[in-house]
């Protein structure tokens, strides 16, 4: 089955957002971003936070991604999402008693060169909270105050868009099992069927099943179909 036009103008939707969002941030100088919209009323680090970003390197990207192990003692986002205001990733780490785990994870950051950033919190409908990182490149300073601006005003046009898609799609999210998911993670990787069967070291006829099992649960007949449906509906993170 094809994408019905409804859900393919939402798709086509998002990534329009995701495209001028980042187009924005980077003529006013940000080098990285992070947005992070999570389920209604849940924490920012909860498992089920639809993560969307650029500018950071593969190698922290893909731990900060997959690992939840690790990103699950990242002290900022929670922190400045209850605290209600923006500041520097410094600030919140400063006025925090950190934990031996989440200590090891600001470590982690800066071994990953992400010492200088700006967080802030939004809130959206229908207790629909996200929260979004900038970096410069450099320490944020007096200077930068206009530039922040203009990106707080701007995000809070993104996420109130982001969430009414949100929305439309979660209330007819399909139910994949731990295996499949994997596998859509590796489709939307661009690895082919015979990869996926190495990486996860199962047949490739067990693959084959996978792959047909999830064409069929998200009503789509080829992998890019899939990969853009599994994208809106937050299965697969970019």
Sequence with gaps: MALSPNLYGDIRALISLLVEARKFARSIGVTSASYRLVPAYRSQLDEAAQLFHFGFSDTWASLYDDDYDVRKHDP???????????MTWKQAIEE???TPEQSAFVQLMEEHGLIHGWAAPFYGPQGREAYVTYSFGREIIASDADSLRQLTDKTEIFHNKMVRLAE???SSIPSLSNRENEVLLW???????????T???ISGSSVDTYVRRIFEKLSVNHRIAAILKGLHLGLVRL
């Design 199 to 201: 990486i996860l070291d």
């Design 168 to 170: 439309r799609g979660e």
């Design 96 to 98: 925090q008693d950190l």
């Design 187 to 197: 489709i939307a990787r661009g690895k082919s069927n015979s990869d996926i069967a």
């Design 76 to 86: 900022i986002a929670d922190y400045v999402t209850r605290t209600g205001k923006s």
